[in-house]
């Protein structure tokens, strides 16, 4: 009886806060090794990883020929002040950053403009299922190039 009086007088227990949950880091669908499967024209294959970071994600792209790995490609997705930036340093090219607009990042699909640049102007990622679709093109759709990369344990 007294706890109940105690209880009443001291008003309602304290409400914890809720426990922090974990969020998951931004295009987390990307993340893992990935690799494309050998066809021609392009002989061996392409693989890309995808790291969760901070702020974004980081992305490396090889290319594999029999017993021959050419580092292909350093890339990065990160958040600034205006958006999500897709920055690539292609080996033997210069850096570019690519642009998502808000209405070109969805749960499971993104894409990133850049129509002063050459080619591409256009790099998109999307999940369909377990596979990861990349393609690069000029900003209106032609000149596409689209891999189809399948999840690999290394």
Avoid at 38 to 49: A, S
Avoid at 83 to 106: I, K, L, N, S
Avoid at 115 to 141: C, F, K, N, S
């Amino acid at each position: 009886m007294i706890a109940i009086v105690m209880a009443l007088a001291l008003g309602p227990a304290p409400i914890p806060p809720p426990a922090q949950q974990q969020q998951e880091p931004p295009f987390a669908w990307l993340a893992g090794s990935w690799c494309t499967l050998p066809h021609p024209p392009v002989p061996g294959t392409i693989c890309e990883t995808w790291v969760p970071t901070a702020d974004g994600m980081r992305g490396t792209s090889v290319t594999r020929r029999e017993r021959t790995i050419t580092p292909e490609e350093k890339m990065e997705i990160r958040r600034d002040g205006a958006g999500w930036v897709f920055h690539a340093e292609p080996r033997g090219q210069a850096p570019a950053d690519f642009r998502a607009r808000p209405d070109d990042v969805a749960a499971l699909a993104v894409s990133f403009e850049n129509r002063t640049h050459d080619y591409p102007q256009r790099v998109r990622y999307w999940r369909d299922g377990d596979t990861l679709m990349a393609e690069i093109a000029l900003a209106d759709g032609s000149k596409s190039i689209i891999w189809e990369y399948h999840r690999v344990t290394e």
